[in-house]
């Protein structure tokens, strides 16, 4: 599976952006989908996620309400976003796409190139 992810940029705190991400490769409907991030000296966390039937959502508590996480899928390839509003500078951080086959995002399959988002005060 292949990811690439964009839609990064400078906004101002209580703008948005919305990410992007597209996910190519024979067997890419067959995983779960997230975003993760990570901001400068801290780790890479979970911040939403979207089953593979695109039915279950999970959000981190701090993002609960102002990110929206969907999927797009053709025939060819699918498309993740996540959505956010309501920016905050502690959203500031590098933003990676990941796909998962198994249930729990301790291990993830497959990393895309993240995407910075910067959020100004």
């Known amino acids: 599976v292949q990811l690439q992810a964009s839609g990064g940029g400078l906004v101002q705190a209580g703008g948005s952006l919305r990410l992007s991400c597209a996910a190519s490769?024979?067997?890419?409907?067959?995983?779960?989908m997230g975003w993760f991030r990570q901001a400068p000296g801290k780790e890479r966390d979970l911040v939403a996620a979207?089953?593979?039937?695109?039915?279950?959502?999970?959000?981190a508590d701090s993002v609960k309400g102002r990110f929206t996480i969907t999927i797009s899928r053709d025939i060819l390839k699918s498309t993740l976003y996540l959505q956010m509003n309501s920016l905050k500078p502690e959203d500031t951080a590098v933003y990676y796409c990941?796909?998962?086959?198994?249930?729990?995002?301790?291990?993830?399959?497959?990393w895309g190139r993240g995407t910075l988002v910067t959020v100004s005060s």
């Open positions: 979207i089953s593979r039937t695109g039915i279950s959502r999970y959000y």
């Open positions: 990941a796909a998962n086959s198994r249930g729990n995002w301790s291990v993830v399959d497959y």
């Open positions: 490769g024979r067997t890419e409907s067959s995983y779960n």
